[in-house]
């Protein structure tokens, strides 16, 4: 299953030969252009039920519409990258060029993963997140996107959301209560968020998530909003090595996070749920081909 124009067309461009390479391995291969996410979803729904193996091409949006579609299933999974950032990929060691990724399918070594279910009827692969800069994932047009790549979302962020927004949190983790505002929160099963190694250290396949949150003040004046946009880049850019008594870092396998109705999640760069979320952790719930030299 792959979508025609995600990863500005460059696997659509590569069908034939991805098409050819698959039929000399498997004994039956049907090819499916999928439409839009939500079809990308019921395709996976359905496949689930009549395969023996889904190989997927897209983003970390389109992997997360497939993760909806198989939900706790026990389905063999195969995955072509083919997005603008691929922080799943990234966090696995998948190679994000079609060749790369199909050798790996074709060896055919299976990795059983971690997945985030969140308000019991969701699923993430990677990141649960609200808060500063999130909704640039999934309000960049695709044909933006498609032109200029991972700067879209600078794009959009430089449009829409400079002005971070301050929300309450109450977070419990373990019998461990934190209550804070904060302008981001981040709740990780994976190393990559935005290209970039903001949990380097993590597994998805260690049966354990780790929640990151920035601090700010419930009315920030200048500097405390300067300090939230400094804490962000060392975030990012150095995993958080300064300003620690800005962030928070939480690990577990259960975050309850308490927040206001109209805050926004972000499930692997598709829009979610609004407000209050539990996010639990199935170990080991998916099966999905990975570099055997990868470290999990």
């Known amino acids: 299953m792959y979508h025609p124009t995600s990863g500005r067309g460059k696997v659509a461009k590569k069908i034939v030969y991805i098409e050819r390479t698959l039929r000399a391995h498997f004994d039956h291969v049907d090819i499916i252009a999928t439409e839009s996410g939500e079809d990308m979803t019921e395709h996976a729904r359905a496949g689930a ?169 419930e009315r920030p004046g200048f500097f405390a909003r300067m300090g939230a946009y400094v804490t962000l880049v060392a975030l990012f850019l150095f995993r958080g090595r300064v300003r620690k008594k800005h962030l928070a870092f939480l690990r577990g396998d259960r975050f309850v996070i308490g927040t206001a109705e109209d805050i926004v999640w972000d499930l692997d760069g598709e829009e979610g749920m609004r407000g209050d979320l539990e996010v639990e952790l199935l170990p080991k719930r998916m099966r999905l081909f990975v570099p055997q030299t990868k470290k999990l």
Do not use: W
């Open 49 to 217: 039920q009549r395969y023996d193996v889904i190989l997927f091409s897209g983003g970390d949006g389109t992997f997360n519409r497939v993760l909806q579609g198989i939900g706790e299933r026990d389905v063999q999974l195969g995955y072509i990258p083919g997005g603008t950032t691929n922080d799943v990929a990234r966090s696995l060691g998948i190679p994000r060029n079609v060749k790369g990724a199909l050798k790996v399918i074709l060896k055919g070594h299976e990795a059983r993963l971690d997945v985030m279910r969140l308000n019991g009827g969701r699923y993430a692969m990677y990141i649960a997140a609200a808060g500063a800069f999130t909704r640039a994932t999934y309000t960049a047009k695709p044909s933006s996107k498609k032109r200029f790549g991972i700067l879209a979302y600078a794009f959009e962020v430089i449009r829409r959301e400079l002005k971070l927004k301050v929300f309450p949190l109450k977070v419990t983790c373990a019998g461990q209560v934190l209550e804070t505002h904060s302008v981001l929160i981040m709740a990780m099963n994976g190393c990559s968020v935005a290209g970039m190694k903001v949990n380097a250290h993590a597994s998805m396949a260690d049966g354990q998530m780790e929640l990151a949150l920035i601090r700010q003040n």
